[in-house]
């Protein structure tokens, strides 16, 4: 089998890769699999031709597909199966892959036409079903899948479950069973209370079967309440997905992240003030995708016209002075990414009043240095986040201006982009960055595709997460 190098991708293919697994929580490596994965199923022709009476149940995949799950849907006899017919449409809606058994009581209810027609797939009422038993198809419904859903899981069929009966395909393919049983019990409220049933559920609850509902609310039966109405379809998808589609820590959880955003404000007097035109777009963009990737966001803003990012706290600053003290109280942190825009100079002593305009010369505007943050912290002796990454924006030899700042501040990374009025950059919502990374003496480049600000955050973010992780592996364990 041949094999791929994903650094000796085109940069727009990396780029792209970058920005689609950051999206989707994996590796690169691992999208590239999906991709490759999703391209071989979604081929017109078939890979190979199988013989036909091998075809005729063709066999699902091997491994767990989170990208395509499979679930074996017992739909027991009671009212409630009619509400499982819209169960198949919501997980079909979601990706997921459902092969269905019906019991000979839930064949009152609805039938093997409506859930193959919503399913896409045959379905099994049979456990001496010739067209599937000849290689014990029932082991193969128990098997070849990742959960198995019971709805609605009747009183007969949980006790027949609790004692272990295999005396149709339904109780079978349960007892069969390797995969984890989700069941969606639906009864009356009398027989949901009778301490026969409460018997079976506690068993089965010992066996490591889980349950969702059964609600509280109005029966089938005129007249009665009480708890044993199916759980509604969308519950039990979301409690399918917990099995099939388990959340994956973030990337960055566990992580403190400071991020500096916007322009600063530096007083004249009362009333004026000297600016730049950041519109802070890039930097909340960052702590949006920080967030999403699990870390703790300090987000600290100058003046911006920006909602705070959703689970991020925003300290609002005005000049870069209340910038550096923001930015000191919110150490320690592992990551800091200085985004801001802080102005360069401030006037040396701000007017108390308002300035007037008179005849006689233009009031001098004396300047002086404002503190660099971004260098400040990285050359901290103590408390230094772990990575440092700072912005430069030029307008002019954007890499080596980039490259002489990287050494200069002396922080990790520097994202340098072009913000020449052409480029539309400053107040846009687009981007064209080059990522600088010093490793020892060298300085590694590179370059990124045009991508909205949204984007260029997330695959930094991704990039982030790979720093760390390296960082991670090459450090020696104690
Ligand atoms: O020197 P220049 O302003 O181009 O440097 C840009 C980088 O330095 C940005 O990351 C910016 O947030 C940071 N910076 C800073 N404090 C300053 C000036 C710039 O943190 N006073």
Redesign the pocket.
């Known amino acids: 089998m041949a094999s791929l190098t994903v650094r000796k991708l085109d940069e727009a293919i990396k780029a792209y890769l970058r920005l689609r697994s950051a999206q989707n929580g994996r590796s690169v490596e691992e999208e590239v699999r999906v991709i490759l994965r999703e391209y071989v199923q979604g081929r017109p022709e078939p890979l190979s031709t199988l013989p036909a009476e091998m075809s005729a149940e063709p066999a699902w995949p091997e491994n767990i597909s989170t990208a395509e799950p499979r679930v074996t849907l017992i739909i027991g006899g009671g009212i409630a199966a009619y509400k499982s017919l819209d169960l198949i449409r919501r997980l079909k809606e979601r990706h997921i892959r459902v092969r269905c058994v019906l019991t000979h009581a839930a064949q009152h209810f609805v039938t093997p036409l409506a859930a193959s027609a919503l399913s896409g797939e045959r379905v099994h009422t049979d456990l001496f079903d010739p067209h599937s038993e000849f290689d014990a198809g029932h082991i193969r419904l128990a098997r070849d899948c990742d959960l198995i859903v019971v709805a609605p899981a009747t009183a007969d069929l949980m006790s027949k479950m609790a004692q272990g009966a295999a005396d149709d395909l339904a109780s079978a393919v349960l007892l069969a069973a390797t995969r984890p049983i989700l069941l969606a019990p639906a009864m009356n409220p009398a027989m949901w209370s009778n301490a026969a049933t409460r018997r079976n559920v506690a068993e089965l609850e010992r066996d490591g079967v889980a349950l969702v509902g059964p609600n509280a609310g109005e029966m089938a039966e005129a007249g009665e309440a009480g708890t044993g109405r199916m759980a509604e379809p969308l519950e039990i998808v979301a409690a399918a997905e917990r099995f099939l589609r388990p959340k994956k820590p973030g990337l960055l959880s566990g992580k403190r992240i400071l991020i500096?955003a916007g322009p600063t404000h530096e007083p004249i007097d009362p009333v004026r003030y000297i600016a730049n035109r950041s519109s802070g777009k890039q930097g909340f963009a960052i702590a949006a995708a920080a967030r999403a990737a699990g870390a703790e966001v300090v987000l600290v803003a100058g003046p911006v016209e920006l909602d705070a990012p959703k689970g991020v706290s925003v300290v609002h600053v005005e000049s870069?002075r209340d910038?550096l003290r923001a930015v000191e109280a919110a150490l320690p942190v592992d990551i800091a990414i200085?985004?801001?825009?802080?102005?360069?100079w401030r006037v040396m002593s701000q007017g108390e009043q308002k300035l007037k305009k008179t005849d006689a010369a233009m009031p001098p505007l004396q300047l002086v240095e404002?503190?660099?943050?971004?260098?400040?912290i990285s050359h901290r002796a103590e408390g230094r986040p772990s990575l440092v990454?700072?912005?430069?924006?030029?307008t002019e030899h954007l890499i080596d201006n980039a490259k002489s700042?990287l050494r200069r501040?002396g922080?990790d990374w520097?994202v340098a982009n072009d913000v020449s009025p052409a480029t539309g950059v400053m107040g846009g919502d687009r981007n064209t960055v080059h990522l600088l990374r010093r490793d020892g003496d060298t300085i590694g480049l590179d370059s990124w595709p045009v991508m909205t600000k949204e984007q260029v955050a997330v695959a930094l973010v991704a990039e982030i997460a790979r720093g760390v992780s390296e960082r991670a592996e090459s450090e020696p364990t104690t």
Do not use: H
């Not at 404002?370 to 400040?376: F, K, Q, R, S, V």
């Not at 990454?389 to 030029?394: H, L, N, S, T």
């Open positions: 500096t870069a910038m200085f985004a801001a825009a802080v102005a360069d404002n503190p660099d943050i971004l260098a400040t990454i700072g912005f430069a924006a030029e700042k501040k922080c520097i």
